[in-house]
């Protein structure tokens, strides 16, 4: 389902209430909320909005586990962290237990080694079924979403829940969760706005299935929710 809003500040708004509306299900239901973050500048109004007055009492931060959808292989001092930039913004200002938030990101052990030790931890919070509440999600230019970027033979992992890789064009490493463990997810919410996303998200939601060259389309809920929230000016003619 696509959703278009005005402006950017819709789109932050809708997001942050879905986000509560989901947080206080998962914890009525089951006692906790698991939830996927993302990086990019996409989500920052989004955090910001739910570390505000208006929104962090609307939540038990208690209950509620963090992981993210993919890191670039940098400490969290590192500006191109996705974490850094979710604490600064979110986590550092609402009252969630450190030993709830799970950081993509380990000092002194390879990519590869702790795309394992991750896929372990999901499965001890979330079980063998591996689904998370609510999955944040933003899209690039290029179609690609979390670190599944076209071309990439990560594209066609069926088995790992979790994979790291070396991204040549960027000449660094990545981490990142697989289509399989995303499209088991509860309620999916992809976020994109502004003109530069338009050509993407045209071909992602109405071209030809071609998922290798706009990885975005890899992503369908296998019985959850998939929910695009865009500007008009992504939205084109769409």
Same mark, same amino acid.
């Given at each position: 389902?696509?959703?278009?809003?005005?402006?950017?500040?819709?789109?932050?708004?809708?997001? *942050?209430?879905?986000?509560?509306?989901?947080?206080?299900?998962?914890?009525?239901?089951?006692?906790?909320?698991?939830?996927?973050?993302?990086? @990019?500048?996409?989500?920052?109004?989004?955090?910001?909005?739910?570390?505000?007055? *208006? !929104?962090?009492?609307?939540?038990?931060?208690?209950?509620?586990?963090?992981?993210?959808?993919?890191?670039?292989?940098? &400490?969290?001092?590192?500006?191109?962290?996705? *974490?850094?930039?979710?604490?600064?913004?979110?986590?550092?200002?609402?009252?969630?237990?450190?030993?709830?938030?799970?950081? %993509?990101?380990?000092? @002194?052990?390879? $990519?590869?080694?702790?795309?394992?030790?991750?896929?372990?931890?999901?499965?001890?919070?979330?079980?063998?079924? @591996?689904?998370?509440?609510?999955?944040?999600?933003? %899209?690039?230019?290029? @179609?690609?979403? *979390?670190?599944?970027?076209?071309?990439?033979?990560?594209?066609?992992?069926?088995?790992?829940?979790?994979?790291?890789?070396?991204?040549?064009?960027?000449?660094?490493?990545?981490?990142?969760?697989?289509?399989?463990?995303?499209?088991?997810?509860?309620?999916?919410?992809?976020?994109?706005?502004?003109?530069?996303?338009?050509?993407?998200?045209?071909?992602?939601?109405?071209?030809? !299935?071609? &998922?290798?060259?706009? $990885?975005?389309?890899?992503?369908? $809920?296998?019985?959850?929710?998939?929910?695009?929230?865009?500007?008009?000016?992504?939205?084109?003619?769409?």
């Amino acid at each position: 389902m696509i959703q278009i809003y005005n402006n950017t500040q819709e789109i932050n708004t809708t997001a *942050a209430d879905l986000f509560v509306e989901n947080a206080q299900n998962a914890i009525a239901k089951r006692g906790k909320f698991t939830v996927v973050l993302t990086g @990019g500048s996409s989500p920052a109004g989004i955090y910001k909005l739910l570390a505000s007055d *208006a !929104y962090k009492d609307k939540i038990d931060w208690s209950k509620v586990y963090v992981f993210w959808g993919d890191e670039r292989w940098v &400490p969290l001092s590192d500006d191109l962290s996705n *974490a850094k930039m979710s604490y600064s913004t979110l986590l550092s200002h609402v009252a969630i237990p450190s030993e709830n938030i799970f950081q %993509m990101y380990k000092d @002194g052990v390879t $990519p590869e080694e702790y795309a394992i030790t991750y896929e372990q931890t999901i499965r001890k919070i979330l079980g063998e079924e @591996g689904k998370f509440d609510l999955i944040l999600l933003g %899209m690039g230019d290029d @179609g690609h979403t *979390a670190s599944l970027f076209p071309g990439e033979a990560v594209l066609e992992e069926q088995n790992k829940w979790v994979d790291a890789y070396y991204l040549a064009p960027q000449k660094m490493h990545r981490i990142t969760l697989t289509a399989p463990l995303i499209n088991k997810a509860e309620k999916i919410i992809v976020v994109a706005f502004g003109e530069k996303k338009t050509h993407a998200l045209k071909e992602v939601t109405t071209g030809a !299935y071609n &998922p290798t060259t706009y $990885p975005m389309q890899l992503i369908k $809920p296998v019985s959850g929710e998939l929910l695009f929230l865009v500007d008009k000016s992504a939205a084109g003619t769409v």
